[in-house]
Nanobody, 127 residues
Framework: QVRLVESGGGSVQAGGSLRLSCAVSGYTTSNYYLGWFRQAPGQNREGVAAFYTAMGAKVYADSVKGRSTVSYDNAKYTLYLQLSNLEPADTALYYC????????????????????WGQGTQVTVSS
């Protein structure tokens, strides 16, 4: 069974940084898609960044592009999201997600793309 376990969240001041981790286990293939999503109370779940292990391809949401980096450590089977210059608007529960196949017509930043999810890690940014 594929499992995703997030860690690295915390409470920081605006302008600070965090690195979130997502430990991946259970895959028998080396090619899969990984994504970071976030959700604040009363808000829709939104895509933050995505990564494709086969090509090392990356995509970012406009809200974090330029101050975030998604990466994957093949040796550690761990997905990372480096967030810098954090803003109060970044406050949310952050999830990692994965799938082995694309869904026709859906972006990798669309939550409907994914079928495996972690439990989430909380990021709180104070002004």
């Amino acid at each position: 069974q594929v499992r995703l376990v997030e860690s690295g969240g915390g409470s920081v001041q605006a302008g600070g940084s965090l690195r979130l981790s997502c430990a991946v286990s259970g895959y028998t293939t080396s090619n899969y898609y990984l994504g970071w999503f976030r959700q604040a109370p009363g808000q829709n779940r939104e895509g933050v960044a995505a990564f494709y292990t086969a090509m090392g391809a990356k995509v970012y949401a406009d809200s974090v592009k330029g101050r975030s980096t998604v990466s994957y450590d093949n040796a550690k089977y761990t997905l990372y999201l480096q967030l810098s210059n954090l803003e109060p608007a970044d406050t949310a529960l952050y999830y990692c997600a994965s799938t082995t196949t694309r869904q026709t017509g859906l972006s990798l930043l669309d939550a409907r793309t994914y079928n495996v999810w972690g439990q989430g890690t909380q990021v709180t940014v104070s002004s």
